[in-house]
């Protein structure tokens, strides 16, 4: 008798969570998420796409979904107010601009976002490809397992670069690539284009 063949393990999820509402400029999520597809054909990790994530729908994708990796997409906000019980309250590490129902802008508090995120220890990364998350990146560290790496960027980010970097940062991690590894690998892949990301990107 031969030996029985072994069922392949399943894969492992990345979670790409998009918006661009229609009252902010336009970003490059479709394109960002094709790259990003691409990168990542052939390896263990499947992508789950949702274009235009509403707040509410953050803790169903995550059940669904019990993604390795959270991916956001789209613009980020360093300082930003957020209306509680009639009040505007102040955000102390930044927001994610998500859409509402009617694909408007909604500035979701990184703290609000990061208090979901710690419920699901299958997450071993989170990528902000969002503008002015640098203090997001050091909450979000605090907040989830030591061992989870966290990716942002200190200033605005240009779109172009913002998807190149993605695509680079994936094409490692499919390889089976360390997250921090494939974050070096991504900037100094971009530097060697000519590209220098050292003053847009943390990592933590």
Known sequence: MGDTPKTPPPPKTI????????????????EEYKQIKDAL???AYRLVYEPWVTRGEIPSLLLDAQPVVVHFSGHGEAESMERV???HVHTAYGSAVLSTAENKADSVPI????????????????FLNLCDTGKAVNHLKSVLPRQACIVGAKNQLPD????????????????????????????????LLGRDVEWLYHIA
Do not use: W
């Open 15 to 30: 979670l790409f969570l998009a918006a661009s509402p229609a009252d902010k400029e336009p970003v490059g999520n479709g």
């Open 41 to 43: 054909r052939g390896s």
């Open 85 to 87: 019980s009639g009040m």
């Open 111 to 126: 703290e609000r976002i990061a208090a979901v995120l710690r419920h699901f220890p299958t997450i071993q990364c989170v």
């Open 160 to 191: 172009d670069l913002a998807i190149a970097f993605a695509a680079a940062f994936y094409a490692a991690v499919a390889k089976e690539m360390p997250f921090a590894a494939a974050f070096d690998l991504a900037k100094d892949s971009s530097a």
